[in-house]
């Protein structure tokens, strides 16, 4: 066991932010809560793309644009290894970028609920 009692207070200060902050994001994100966490506290960004396969070799086609939106969407010059690609069927037509929190949808599933 660690000694708390020879730390100062500033390090049980931020010690104890780190806690609180960790057991909220396991009461919201349960399993997901850990890793989140630890993106946060490392400083470490996420970038993720949601996609619609419409034909076998699209990935290619997505790649491209989504290098284009994360620079117009988010300001960021990225390359295709720093970004994770996801097929999502569910979106009907084109792509979600997705920078750590931050989402900008440009798929018709998000069109389409609009029209509504």
Request: glycine share 0%.
């Amino acid at each position: 066991m660690t000694d708390f009692t020879k730390l100062d207070k500033n390090l049980l200060n931020d010690l104890l932010k780190k806690l609180k902050l960790l057991n909220s994001l396991n009461k919201s994100l349960w399993k997901r809560g850990k890793k989140e966490f630890l993106k946060i506290n490392d400083n470490i960004d996420s970038f993720k793309v949601e996609y619609f396969d419409f034909w076998a070799n699209s990935l290619w086609f997505i790649e491209s644009e989504s290098i284009k939106a994360f620079k117009n969407v988010f300001w960021l010059d990225l390359n295709t290894s720093q970004i994770e690609f996801v097929k999502n069927q569910n979106l009907k037509w084109w792509f979600r970028i997705f920078y750590n929190d931050k989402m900008f949808n440009m798929s018709y599933s998000r069109f389409e609920n609009i029209l509504k």
